[in-house]
């Protein structure tokens, strides 16, 4: 005969939710989010991370530089809006560059 306890009942840590990304809402696994350290309960994934940095800078940006910025955003609106990211031959060198640009 058994008995049954309270932490049998408790869920177990492989029951938990994986986590969501507080900026675009995908779930991803603990470690590819980024903690905000005052928040701790704040967690970013890697892409959105990236998007606010690049935007973050723009918004200290000068004016040669917000311009460069605005014109690189405008570039990325198109091409996205394109789907040119998608195609088997360009899609890997724009998403490339799109890592390793600086704004």
């Known amino acids: 005969m058994s008995t049954s306890t309270p932490a049998d009942s408790m869920s177990s840590p492989t029951d938990a939710e994986q986590p969501t990304c507080w900026c675009c809402g995908a779930t991803r696994p603990e470690i590819d989010l980024v903690r905000l350290g005052a928040h701790p309960e704040v967690g970013i994934c890697i892409e959105c991370a990236s998007f606010l940095h690049r935007r973050a800078r723009a918004a ?7 311009w ?3 014109t690189g955003d ?10 040119w ?8 060198p724009l998403r ?8």
């Open 74 to 83: 405008r570039i990325r609106e198109a091409v996205m809006a394109r789907q």
């Open 68 to 70: 460069l910025h605005a």
């Open 96 to 103: 490339w560059l799109n890592r390793h640009l600086p704004w």
């Open 85 to 92: 990211q998608n195609h088997p031959r360009v899609g890997p």
């Open 60 to 66: 200290h940006a000068t004016v040669v530089s917000g």
